[in-house]
């Protein structure tokens, strides 16, 4: 049935006093058509906030699958299609042609209640929160790191030539589809260091003459690895002809800072990060037998410090060759962070693996709504002997 007339009620507003059972009339508005270029949204309600307050934005090139990120999070985009109709109406100041012409219409003195559609809408995009897309920002970043015998960075902004393969914070977040936090979190992760404006790579073989230089000096002037004073290294750094921007960088890398509270900052050498920065640097080479391995990285560790095999998980692999073992570089760094892309690789380079080899190439792996035993199903066929022995994990 139809509603009792509603005098001045068109358009929208017409339909919030329809009561449940009840109907009303529509007719085409006379701007009614396709509109390709609007689209519906359908929101979770703790993101109206962020919609609503303009702190969204869509990112992505046009070869890529847009994607929607808040300050924090990452979200894709799908459009879901509807089986039943869907009308858009506009407000009531858009329906001027309807009240004319039902009033010209009308044979009573009580105007008839019709809502214009301007869109029958066919469907719906929905939001999917997924893992940020970080995989590309080591490529970019790799494209000019930052050298020994690089010239003065001052110059970049009247050298156009010298800017090119160099990304700024604004260059980072038109190409990565990834929130600001996640982003940072990515530079992190990848010891990025911001200079002059750019967001840049330190060249391996000068970090490793950074770290060599630390190290030396702090048997020169006895410097504990466990309390290095950072106005102090710094400083002696300088004198050597490093940048200080880079020896803090340095710091930051392979240390962790023990007191914020002091005038001074004092920091830790992790012996982690600097076991594995050896560990790469021997096997830059290729694969070596273990025992070499072991000698050699044991000479290369600072003092102090006790190089075990479970530092470099995730970092180096072993395989049986005859009777010997052999161990060369495999680092989940290397690896893509989409988990389709990084089990192809992982089963690429073995067919099947034992859980205690395989957990340190995939507990970095985040994809929101699947948990690490998710992931293990879809990606992989686990095969056990016996009750008490070790799983294997193969290709799915």
Same mark, same amino acid.
């Given at each position: ?126 939001? +999917? ?84 230089? +630390? ?8 410097w504990s690895l466990n309390a290095l004073n950072e106005d102090e290294v710094v400083s002696t750094l300088e004198s050597d002809g490093f940048p200080g921007v880079l020896a803090r960088h340095c710091l930051n890398v392979y240390g962790n800072r023990v007191n914020e509270c002091m005038p001074s900052l004092v920091w830790k050498l992790d012996e982690k990060r600097v076991c594995i ?67 192809? +690789? ?15 190439? +995939? ?5 929101p709504g699947l948990s690490s035993e998710g992931l293990l199903l879809k990606y992989t066929r686990r095969t056990q002997p016996s009750a008490d022995a070790e799983p294997v994990f193969s290709a799915r």
């Open positions: 049935m139809e509603l009792p007339p509603q005098l001045g009620s068109r358009g929208a507003e017409a339909l919030k006093h329809i009561a449940p059972g009840s109907s009303i009339s529509v007719a085409y508005h006379p701007s009614f058509g396709p509109y390709e270029d609007l689209l519906f949204l359908e929101l979770d309600e703790k993101l109206l906030p962020d919609v609503l307050n303009e702190r969204v934005v869509l990112r992505g090139q046009p070869d890529e699958d847009a994607v929607l990120c808040t300050q924090s999070k990452t979200y894709a985009m799908k459009f879901v299609g509807t089986s039943n109709s869907v009308l858009l109406v506009p407000p009531a100041n858009h329906s001027e042609y309807y009240e004319n012409q039902l009033k010209n219409d009308s044979n009573s003195d009580e105007e008839k209640v019709v809502v214009p559609v301007l869109k029958v809408v066919s469907g719906n995009m929905e939001l +999917i929160e997924t893992a940020p897309r970080l995989d590309k920002l080591k490529s970019l970043l790799s494209e000019k790191p930052y050298k020994l015998e690089e010239d003065d960075m001052g110059n970049l902004e009247e050298n156009q030539e010298s800017r090119i393969g160099l990304y700024n914070w604004n260059d980072l977040v038109d190409n990565i589809q990834a929130s600001d936090e996640e982003l940072l979190s990515g530079l992190q992760a990848l010891s990025a260091l911001e200079i002059y404006g750019y967001w840049r790579l330190v060249d391996g073989s000068y970090m490793d003459m950074i770290l060599g230089m +630390i190290l030396k000096n702090a048997v020169l002037n006895d920065h050896f560990a790469r640097d021997i096997l830059k080479g290729g694969k070596r037998k273990l025992e070499s391995f072991m000698d050699e990285w044991r000479q290369k560790i600072p003092d102090g410090m006790q190089p075990t095999f479970d530092l470099v998980e995730g970092e180096v692999l072993t395989e049986k060759i005859g009777v010997e073992t052999w161990v060369h570089a495999f680092s989940v760094a290397s690896l893509p962070s989409t988990p389709a892309e990084r089990f192809s +690789i992982l089963f690429r380079e073995r067919p099947k693996w034992e859980w205690k080899d395989l957990q340190p190439y +995939i507990r970095d792996l985040k994809l």
